[in-house]
């Protein structure tokens, strides 16, 4: 087997690196909850309409 070689490269992360990362998966996380959220209720409401 050919062998594998890595090089890795530190960086240094700072405080205000890990927050804006939190904070961009924070949005992310609740607009993916607001569209599931506005989605059920689409659903909800037209199985309201058509089947009832």
């Known amino acids: 087997m050919a062998e594998q070689q890595s090089n890795y490269e530190f960086v240094a992360v700072t405080a205000q690196d890990l927050l804006a990362e939190r904070q961009r998966g924070w949005q992310g996380f609740t607009q993916f909850v607001t569209y599931g959220i506005v989605a059920t ?5 037209a199985l309201a309409v058509f089947v009832g």
């Open 41 to 45: 209720v689409v659903v909800l409401v």
